[in-house]
């Protein structure tokens, strides 16, 4: 493998529709061992390490024989999975950023080649976020790679020979030696030929080695011992054989020994007694996810020398840390899975039986958001004895809001919740008994008893000016007043009966409009309406769109409201405000203080607006007084009390007159179209408006 591929070049990959990935990646890992290439068996363990990132709580660290990584599963919490006998997978999470391999480990395997990735595991959600990993088309620098070669090289037999063997004094000599394959890199070849000079380098490349010298003195039969030594200096194999140096005038053939044959002796094996595993127990054996555990083992007598404990809970064999009998291993899983502790010699191989337990990993608890509240609308002031309205809006990011509650309304009150949604508006009314300051809190709340911030209200409540009944003065040029609309009597216990009602004469519905006029073809009972197009022209009662409605008894012409959110909107409210001191009762009121689209939200705008805009084919349109505008209600009907048929979209609400109160100048007359009945309502509130002329 070339050194190149050990760069800082990386391919950056998504792993997972569901992952999360972070603006902050990570930096590029640095493989500390092995540098190139390890030679098998493995002495040490092999370290990985890798640079911290800023948005991550733990790391998962993949290793496996196959380039493309496709025996590993990274959805969910990332596992190995079996493709085949012969791609093998190791993975483990931790909140270091360094890993140690152990060397017998059983995924490394000899004339392996191994490649790895790190993944960074987010603080919130448990997905995997920046990943390093390799591909099949990878080019050079894309991969982290490490490659286990086999057992170190060694000398084809018969292939360390001096030739000639036998020479005279002054003639060359040549030591040849031959390699069963090439070296790796610090590896090299050296030859000693007894002449007390040490070792020196062979010369060659590939697998053939050699070495000529000549030789000053005559010597029979001396050895000569060529060694392959590795990057620290420790030989990995050595040969030898003689050679003859003969005076140079003596022609005497030699005949050469034959070679001689060193073998190693046996060393003399003592029989083991392997201890079987007693116990076994992990603690705790649940845990969350990013949490630890330890796995413990105790023996049945001491481990020789050689032999190790190892666990194995989903991810291959680790050895445990301990002396004599007990043994542990600290490990933070990322799934749930059973695991099992047995005893192992120096190959790896199982030594008796194991044991087996098992252990849970949970996901972590999400974090519950509370829940956040805004006040939409409430007015600082109320009158005692008049409904008295606040609307709130409440939203939950993790969508488990439950409702929104007033509380007591500073006044002892009871509670007020109501089941709320995500950015839906609730209004919650109250009815103040007596006149005062009053503070009172407001909280949205979710199904994991979380609670929003609360939102704080004062309210000055004040006492009501004396309801006086509508005068007698002509409300229009006709001089005449609608009837009330009511067309059934009443006795001491029930409403709705058809008239007269024995011992209860002379009631409402036996005198008026509504006994001599009630054909109901131009309005309710006694009622007399017109439909007026929007440029002033009658229209058939059986007219589908208008814009105006021309009262027929008092001559009045009423605006209509629209819900198509323009100026007319029905939605709109209004302050009361009239600059004009000799209407105003001794004070103007407040401007601009209301919801609306198209003038400012004032009474006195509004007015402007409309006639500016030539409504209906007239510019003389006008706030009603308080008479005119309960000449319009009609009292057999709720919610609204008015005929509809000829005044649709009408709020069951309040509703503005030009009508100051006498008494107190911070008022105004107003008149409810839930029930018919009228009020005073404070300048400054926000109420709705229909325009007469």
Not at 300 to 327: E, H, I, R, T
Not at 355 to 377: E, M, R, Y
Not at 521 to 530: E, K, V
Not at 544 to 551: A, E, I, L, P, Y
Request: aromatic content about 10%; proline content about 5%.
């Amino acid at each position: 493998m070339n050194q190149s591929l050990l760069s800082t070049s990386i391919a950056i990959v998504l792993m997972g529709a569901t992952q999360s990935v972070y603006a902050v990646a990570l930096n590029p890992p640095s493989l500390l061992l092995p540098s190139k290439n390890v030679s098998f068996p493995i002495k040490k363990d092999i370290s990985f390490s890798w640079q911290k990132s800023t948005n991550a709580t733990q790391y998962r660290l993949i290793i496996s024989s196959s380039s493309n990584f496709d025996n590993y599963k990274p959805s969910g919490n990332g596992q190995c999975v079996t493709i085949s006998t012969t791609k093998k997978c190791f993975v483990t999470t931790t909140k270091s950023t360094t890993f140690k391999l152990l060397k017998n480990n059983p995924l490394l395997q000899k004339s392996g080649s191994y490649y790895w990735q790190v993944q960074a595991v987010s603080k919130t959600t448990g997905n995997n976020s920046v990943v390093y990993l390799g591909t099949n088309a990878a080019k050079s620098g894309e991969f982290r790679k490490f490659a286990i070669s086999d057992a170190p090289p060694s000398f084809v037999d018969d292939s360390v020979l001096a030739t000639p063997n036998v020479a005279a004094v002054g003639s060359e000599i040549t030591f040849n030696a031959s390699l069963d394959r090439e070296l790796s890199d610090g590896y090299s070849v050296t030859i000693d030929v007894s002449d007390g000079a040490g070792a020196k380098k062979m010369k060659g490349s590939g697998v053939d080695y050699s070495y000529t010298t000549t030789f000053d003195a005559e010597t029979e039969n001396q050895n000569f011992t060529v060694s392959i030594v590795d990057a620290t200096g420790n030989v990995v194999d050595r040969n030898g054989d003689t050679f003859t140096i003969t005076a140079a005038d003596d022609s005497t053939p030699i005949v050469e020994p034959p070679p001689v044959v060193i073998k190693p002796v046996e060393p003399v094996v003592k029989p083991v007694i392997v201890p079987s595993i007693s116990t076994i127990n992990v603690s705790p054996a649940s845990i969350v996810q990013g949490d630890s555990l330890t796995f413990f083992a105790n023996l049945s007598d001491v481990l020789p020398s050689g032999y190790s404990v190892k666990v194995d809970y989903g991810n291959g064999l680790f050895a445990m840390n301990g002396s004599g009998k007990s043994y542990s291993f600290n490990a933070t899983p990322a799934v749930s899975a059973a695991y099992s502790i047995g005893v192992y010699d120096a190959k790896n191989l199982l030594k008796g039986s194991k044991q087996t337990g098992n252990f849970s990993v949970s996901a972590p608890k999400p974090v519950n958001v509370a829940p956040t509240l805004s006040l939409i609308s409430g007015d600082k002031t109320a009158t005692v004895g008049i409904p008295y309205t606040i609307k709130l809006s409440a939203n939950d990011s993790d969508g488990n809001l439950s409702g929104i509650l007033v509380s007591n309304w500073g006044d002892g009150a009871s509670d007020s919740p109501q089941t709320a949604t995500n950015g839906a508006t609730l209004s919650f009314s109250h009815t103040f008994t007596s006149a005062g300051s009053y503070t009172f809190n407001a909280i949205a709340y979710d199904s994991n008893d979380a609670n929003s911030t609360a939102v704080s209200k004062t309210v000055t409540v004040s006492k009501p000016s004396p309801i006086v009944s509508p005068g007698t003065s002509s409300t229009a040029s006709t001089g005449k007043l609608n009837d009330t609309g009511i067309t059934t009597c009443s006795d001491a216990s029930s409403n709705g009966l058809a008239c007269p009602v024995s011992d209860y004469p002379n009631q409402d519905a036996q005198s008026g409009r509504d006994v001599t006029k009630n054909d109901d073809s131009d309005g309710h009972a006694g009622f007399s309406f017109t439909k007026i197009s929007d440029t002033g022209v009658t229209l058939a009662a059986s007219a589908t769109s208008w814009n105006c409605v021309k009262d027929n008894v008092t001559s009045l012409m009423w605006e209509i409201k629209t819900t198509d959110g323009g100026l007319h909107d029905w939605n709109h409210t209004y302050t009361w405000y009239e600059p004009d001191n000799t209407k105003n009762g001794g004070a103007v009121g407040t401007q601009n203080g209301g919801s609306c689209k198209g003038s400012d939200c004032d009474t006195n705008a509004y007015v402007k607006a409309v006639n500016t805009s030539g409504y209906c084919g007239y510019k003389d349109w006008r706030l009603p007084t308080v008479e005119e505008l309960l000449s319009i209600v009609s009292l057999n009907r709720y919610s609204p009390a008015i005929d509809t048929n000829y005044f649709p979209n009408t709020q069951s609400s309040w509703f503005w007159s030009s009508s100051p109160n006498a008494s107190f100048s911070d008022y105004a007359w107003i008149v409810g179209f839930d029930s018919g009945g009228s009020s005073n309502g404070s300048k400054s509130s926000g109420s709705y408006v229909r325009l007469v002329r």
